[in-house]
């Protein structure tokens, strides 16, 4: 059998709650720095929730240079664009006329939906009453723009991304709600492998900072309702955590096949070695408290990158901050890593940039292969005091650490559990990461 | 190298037609459509006022379960139904019940799931208008009165992965999953997803869905408005096409490995030969007119498959009756089979029961499988006269003979997607 086709990271893209880019994201999150704050994209003050961790000055316009674009676009698809842009110019290569159809692109997408002030002009044309009288759609105005109807569809995204980069391989969106980001990674890593591309564009994006999306998560006590302190509000692992805190963002990375990348003198930041994923089939919002589910999606992420627990230097964790996943995502990596669990660094960064939903297992993917390549952890911020039940050796203060192979888990709702593993790419052929 | 065989051993179908994969066919071979006006609301003065919507709908009869109607949408209801059919025709669950628990708790990590889903609707946004109006558009309003007004499952009520969120709990698997919100081709990329998961040893057997539910108000004005619409009737490939219609429901496909179909014993009625996907990438609604995504995702499942055009046998086109995508999915036949009615006889079926969205290509799939067993490929009874422009696209109101025991299912959808998938039945 011949051998497996490598993937390499070639290229990152980031936009989050603590900065636009990969540099300024990186400084932070090994600073701890938290992008929560106060919401200033509506008026939350009747909310039971009135923090989130929201992009700050984001410039889509002056980000994408395209205003022709950005009509088809809302705010998440901003930030997808941007991270794309960052990722592709990192990684120093783009797809052309001719090579276009040997790129694919994978996103992890939020939930298909319209902007809240479009949602309020249809409420006020057609639903003043509460309940929506079709015949009024007919005539209403927002209901008719067919560029609402254009930035609302679950292929917005791609689209946008396909048609701005001639993209012309396979091209997918994938939604498993929270762990969509890291499903998108893995999917990237095996349309590669399977030969069915060269090269993916690769990530995840999503904003759900609205009335309506601060709503779905109140309504399920979700989020933490810690409004005078938002900047501790997310707290993964805790023993004070009460809920995660609500952020947004995109994060993508250009997946190259191995051999062509080191053949074009590519920087290399890690080889995409390992991808896992497992339904926990217990319950819609929680993992089971044993970690069953988890332990399977690394378990397979390990095997499939050909690791032993014994090579894992970080794990990025979910560690979302609510009282449920923490506990059972600890339980599992006790199960997966046993005695080495006290060796093994493990850091949410939702610690800092918060929960970014569908956006989040990519942003974190691109995080482990900065930690890898710099050699150095970002930290759990806003630990105190560590829940006696999620006994991890969690990074209180930035480190310098060679790292071999880190892991990024994403657990969603609905069960489904992603696990990505990264390794250092002098460990595949001898060679560090060329600028 | 040889890619490990990877085979079909039940399939589950719902749509306006029927809710049994023989019923749908037989209805369609029948030449009866079940377009209809739509009843979910008063479509008076309503430019296109018809759609293949699920009449006699029962959600306990798709769903015994009530507890779980709080939690999921009508679209789910559909997924969870043909993935039942699926798991229970291929005797899925029942193999596992004669395991000892170790060896059972070993299969079920070892069955995937995979979903193709509609991705979410309008409708639950308007979830909130009830609240809007009580807080007379005030927001701080809206946030004070929102646990008062709104259903506290909201959220999980709309998450477009919820079929396989409830196919894991339900049948108790736990292996490799995706759920894929990739518009129209999601289906067909849930059963190229699963069958890729096989070969790879990911998981020993998979369920793979589509289910979609996108007759609601707004989504038949906005796909109107962008000339999508038919006014009565969905003509593929006929000169007088104007369009196409919604339709509703889902399909699944139980897959697995031959081993694993050996050790159960099971039944084999099919084979998933190889699928390919490209992109036209020219955005959101357009596509091109010489079909080039699509005849290079036919030509990557034939690859795939190991085939070449004339071992295909019949080919159950996308055919969703606008004028753009039928005469560019003929340019993409001909360019991949020839010009002169080189093409195997060639069928589509969404005139029968309206496009499915999201589960549009899996629906096909899976009575594509059943025409072949039944050695049919069913004629198309809207369709009169071939428009010249899907020339060398042999398709016909009448049934036709299939060549071979292939059949190539064709699949397009928004952002210029296009899936093609190959599948063999078992005579």
């Known amino acids: 059998m011949a051998a497996r086709r490598r993937v390499a990271i070639t290229g990152l893209g980031l936009v989050t709650p603590v900065g636009n880019d990969v540099a300024s994201t990186w400084k932070a999150l090994l600073a701890g720095k938290s992008g929560g704050a106060p919401i200033s994209l509506f008026d939350a003050s009747g909310f039971p929730v009135r923090i989130a961790s929201e992009v700050k000055g984001f410039d889509a316009v002056a980000a994408i240079g395209d205003k022709k674009l950005l009509k088809l676009a809302n705010r998440s698809h901003g930030f997808a664009l941007s991270a794309a842009e960052q990722a592709l110019t990192d990684a120093g290569i783009r797809p052309t006329t001719a090579n276009g159809e040997r790129w694919g692109c994978a996103v992890g997408t939020g939930m298909m939906g319209v902007d809240f002030a479009e949602l309020t002009a249809v409420h006020q044309h057609s639903a003043a009453t509460g309940e929506l009288d079709a015949t009024r759609l007919l005539d209403d105005a927002s209901a008719n723009n067919p560029l609402v109807f254009c930035r609302s569809q679950s292929t917005t995204g791609v689209s946008l991304l396909t048609r701005r980069y001639g993209i012309r391989g396979y091209a997918t969106s994938v939604h498993t709600a929270c762990a969509s980001g890291g499903q998108a990674i893995g999917t990237g890593l095996k349309l590669i492998r399977r030969g069915a591309v060269d090269r993916v564009l690769a990530g995840g994006f999503d904003s759900m900072i609205s009335p309506v999306g601060i709503a779905g998560f109140c309504l399920l006590s979700a989020l933490s309702a810690d409004n005078d302190t938002p900047e501790r509000a997310s707290r993964p692992f805790d023993i004070t955590r009460n809920g995660f805190l609500l952020g947004e963002g995109a994060g993508f990375l250009v997946l190259e096949e191995w051999e062509a990348a080191r053949r074009r003198g590519a920087h290399v930041y890690a080889e995409l070695a390992g991808d896992g994923n497992s339904l926990s089939s217990y319950r819609i919002t929680d993992s089971p408290p044993d970690g069953d589910g988890p332990i399977q999606s690394m378990r397979q992420a390990l095997s499939d990158a050909g690791a032993t627990v014994a090579d894992v230097d970080y794990i990025n964790a979910h560690g979302t901050s609510t009282f449920m996943n923490d506990k059972s995502e600890s339980a599992a990596i006790h199960v997966v890593f046993g005695e080495r669990t006290k060796n093994v660094a493990v850091s949410s960064t939702k610690s800092s940039m918060g929960h970014l939903i569908a956006g989040a297992g990519a942003v974190e993917v691109a995080v482990c292969a900065l930690a890898i390549r710099h050699g150095e952890l970002p930290v759990n911020a806003n630990l105190r005091e560590p829940d006696p039940e999620c006994d991890l050796n969690l990074v209180r203060e930035s480190a310098r650490r060679p790292v071999r192979v880190a892991i990024s888990n994403s657990f969603g709702f609905g069960g489904s559990n992603s696990c990505v593993a990264l390794r250092r790419p002098q460990d595949v052929d001898g060679t560090g990461f060329a600028a | ?427």
Not at chain 2, 117 to 142: H, I, K
């Open chain 2, 1 to 427: 190298m040889n890619k490990p065989r990877i085979v079909i051993t039940g399939t589950g179908a719902v749509c306006a037609a029927g809710k049994q994969t023989q019923q749908i066919l037989d209805a369609v071979c029948a030449g009866r459509s079940s377009i209809g006006p739509i009843r979910q609301w008063d479509t008076s003065g309503w430019p296109t006022s018809v759609a293949g919507e699920i009449a006699d709908l029962n959600p306990r009869e798709m769903v015994e379960d009530r507890k779980l109607h709080k939690l999921i949408r009508r679209t789910d209801l559909f997924g969870l139904y043909a993935a039942a059919r699926a798991i229970d025709a291929a005797g899925l669950v029942a193999s596992r019940e004669a395991l000892a628990p170790d060896a059972a708790a070993q299969y079920s990590d070892r069955t995937g799931v995979y979903v193709g889903s509609g991705g979410g609707n309008y409708d639950s946004q308007y979830d909130y208008f009830p609240l809007m109006t009580e807080a007379n558009d005030s927001l701080p309003a809206f946030g004070r009165e929102l646990s008062n007004t709104v259903n506290p499952m909201w959220l999980l009520r709309t998450l477009p992965n919820n079929v396989l969120g409830h196919i894991g709990i339900r049948h108790g698997f736990k292996g490799s999953n995706a759920c894929i919100t990739n518009h129209s081709i999601g289906g067909t990329l849930a059963v190229i997803e699963a069958m890729e998961a096989l070969r790879n040893g990911e998981a020993d057997r998979a369920i793979a869905v589509g289910h979609d539910a996108p007759i609601e108000p707004q989504m038949v004005l906005y796909y109107g408005d962008v000339g999508l619409l038919a006014t009565d009737a969905i003509r593929p490939f006929d000169r007088r096409r104007d369009g196409s219609l919604f339709g509703e429901g889902g399909a699944a496909l139980a897959l697995e490995t031959e081993a694993s179909a050996a050790a159960r014993g099971a039944k084999i009625v099919g084979e998933v030969l190889g699928g390919g996907s490209a992109s036209d990438a020219q955005g959101l609604l357009a596509i091109r007119d010489d079909g080039d995504a699509l005849a290079r995702a036919i030509a990557l499942a034939l690859e795939d498959a190991g085939l070449r055009p004339d071992e295909v046998g019949m080919i159950a086109a996308h055919g969703n009756g606008t004028q753009q995508s039928d005469a560019s999915e003929a340019a993409a036949i001909r360019r991949i089979f020839g010009a002169n009615g080189k093409a195997p006889p060639t069928t589509a079926f969404k005139w029968a029961f309206g496009h499915l969205i999201a589960a549009a290509g899996i629906l096909e799939a899976v009575l594509a499988l059943r025409s072949l067993q039944e050695r049919i490929v069913p004629g198309i009874a809207t369709f009169e006269s071939l428009d010249p422009a899907c020339e060398g696209v042999p398709v016909s109101r009448q049934s036709q003979q299939p060549r071979s025991d292939v059949v190539l299912v064709l699949c397009r959808g928004f952002a210029g997607t296009n899936a093609a998938l190959l599948l063999r039945a078992a005579m």
